[in-house]
């Protein structure tokens, strides 16, 4: 089995929150949600290795 390079995962991550950003500059209502939700994205990881130490 093939092993995926190491920053896929910072690859996605940054993507995520790239869109949320844009989203939040983009206009209201579910744009909101959905800029809270990528930003959040970029703090689970952080939340997660909290947690696991």
């Given at each position: ?29 579910w ?23």
């Amino acid at each position: 089995m093939r092993q995926a390079h190491p920053l896929v995962p910072v690859v996605v991550i940054s993507v995520v929150s790239l869109a949320g950003m844009i989203a939040a500059l983009a206009g209201d209502g579910w744009r909101d949600l959905a800029a809270a939700g990528g930003l959040a994205v970029s703090i689970a990881p952080i939340a997660w290795a909290l947690r696991r130490r």
